[in-house]
């Protein structure tokens, strides 16, 4: 399939720019009177801003990612378990991540008198510590992962919510969705690799759980709730696909570019013109019968962000061809330290914690979008002096 060919530049850009955007509006928060385009729709609102396309599109470019990631370790001699306990390690990893994020978010009073902004620092500190990227020699790792596992416990334990309640998963979070899609995904494509006809198929399957487990525009369902299809897909953190299916489709993607790899350029972008158009089209068609909704999930929303993926992606892949690429060196670390630079806004929010500024009342619109956009390049430029000095997270 040739997977072992030099690094796909394409799919760096992709996932940098997602990233430097997921950051950006996450920090929209801090800023006030934005355009309802840049930000997130509501469940039962029929719709799609800026923020409901970039993670979708981040877990696309994840999809892209895995099968040169898994056939990238075949290549170099380990074997088909070492990989399923690599990927298992991986999953655990985001998804212990995930809940100490969200176990932030909402209301805070921890046994141990500290606030917010001190253990979003520690948080950060226990996961470097755990999960950084040590030189293979360097021979204090295993100490200093024990004492980065004894600070997240430290955390985990004195935890307490705004009413007293425990630390616990009330659900996975951002990394915790990342990781459990990457799970059943990665698994698929270890089970497909030498049928990867395969994993088109499991994309039309998982649709049809979405079209099947999604409520109708009309309040109705294909199904109704409660049955062994819904059952079964929430006992192995599917819920109704959506997430899934943007992972799949990345994978989807990856196999049609490898596929297409000795036709010629004009070709490959009529291909990924086509493809565009056929997944817009779709999304329109299923519009008629769901609402477009990211929270829910349904399938037009799917759709259009896939889409909207694989033109982002021609595109990018018709400028790396021609070696148009300059542009992105600014956001070179989000595409290739990008789970450090997702850590680093927690860094600045301790800080705004602790000095709990007064925002003057001019700092919204688009002003406010520009404040956005520079922190999201200081978050990028903070996580490449950071692996200017040996620090960068890897799971």
Not at 154 to 173: K, N, Y
Request: with cysteine; charged share 15%; proline share 4%.
């Amino acid at each position: 399939m040739g997977f072992l060919e030099k690094r796909n530049g394409a799919i760096d850009m992709l996932r940098g720019l997602t990233m430097f955007l997921m950051v950006l509006v996450n920090d929209l928060w801090t800023v006030g009177n934005v355009p309802e385009w840049i930000g997130h729709t509501t469940a039962n609102q029929d719709g799609m801003g800026l923020a409901d396309i970039v993670f979708p599109m981040f877990l696309f470019s994840v999809g892209m990612s895995i099968p040169y990631a898994i056939e990238r370790r075949f290549s170099k001699g380990q074997s088909g378990e070492g990989i399923l306990g690599h990927v298992l390690s991986r999953t655990l990893a985001l998804l212990l991540m995930g809940v100490f994020i969200v176990n932030s978010e909402g209301g805070f009073a921890p046994l141990g008198g500290f606030g917010k902004g001190l253990y979003w620092v520690l948080m950060v500190i226990g996961f470097f510590l755990v999960w950084n990227q040590y030189p293979k020699e360097f021979k204090p790792r295993k100490w200093l992962q024990v004492a980065g596992l004894a600070i997240l416990l430290f955390l985990a334990v004195t935890f307490r919510d705004g009413e007293g309640g425990l630390f616990r998963a009330s659900w996975w979070g951002i990394l915790g969705i990342i990781g459990w899609s990457y799970l059943f995904c990665a698994t698929a494509w270890m089970l497909s690799r030498k049928r990867p006809w395969i994993i088109p198929l499991l994309w039309l399957s998982v649709v049809l759980l979405n079209m099947l487990t999604t409520g109708l525009r009309d309040g109705g369902r294909i199904i109704d709730g409660g049955n062994f299809i819904s059952d079964f897909a929430r006992a192995i953190h599917l819920g109704n696909g959506s997430s899934v299916l943007m992972v799949l489709g990345g994978m989807v993607t990856t196999l049609s570019d490898r596929k297409m790899s000795q036709k010629s350029e004009m070709s490959r972008i009529c291909t990924g013109i086509s493809v565009v158009a056929l997944l817009a089209l779709l999304g329109w068609g299923s519009h008629q019968f769901w609402i477009t909704s990211k929270i829910i999930g349904t399938l037009p929303w799917c759709l259009y962000v896939s889409a909207i993926s694989v033109a982002l992606y021609t595109l990018l892949r018709y400028l790396e061809k021609r070696s148009w690429t300059g542009w992105f060196r600014p956001l070179a670390p989000a595409g290739k330290a990008t789970l450090t630079v997702y850590m680093m806004p927690y860094l600045y929010y301790a800080l705004w914690v602790a000095l709990s500024p007064t925002m003057p009342s001019w700092l919204g619109g688009g002003i406010g979008i520009l404040k956005c956009t520079l922190f999201s390049l200081l978050c990028i430029a903070t996580a490449w002096l950071f692996g200017k000095a040996g620090l960068k997270l890897k799971i």
